[in-house]
């Protein structure tokens, strides 16, 4: 047996709107449990995430066009960084970790 990748399926597949669903369905329970875990002492961090769908940027790989489907969980607040990593509260990093043992 031979395999013979089909590179342009691949990619159609990558950008497909069901790997736009998949993806941001991942994204949602991210941002779900972001702010479930997240200290409350004003809220403004805990309401200050938000996912962002779309297309990669750039090249991927070796091919030329290869962009595909995304979604960004991040937390536009000011002092996300100081939550995070100042105050040791680390809360994408555990996020990351649900992310990857979520099953839905």
Do not use: C
Not at 53 to 65: F, M, Q
Request: charged share 25%.
């Amino acid at each position: 047996m031979r395999y013979v990748p089909d590179h342009k399926g691949i990619a159609e597949m990558l950008n497909g709107p069901e790997m736009h669903k998949l993806v941001g369905t991942f994204a949602d329970a991210g941002r779900n449990y972001a702010v479930a875990i997240s200290p409350v002492d004003s809220g403004e961090y805990a309401k200050s995430f938000e996912v962002e769908r779309g297309l990669t940027s750039g090249r991927i790989g070796r091919r030329a066009n290869s962009r595909r489907a995304m979604a960004r969980l991040h937390n536009k607040a000011d002092h996300a960084a100081a939550v995070e990593w100042f105050h040791g509260h680390h809360v994408l990093s555990r996020t990351v970790d649900y992310i990857e043992r979520y099953q839905f």
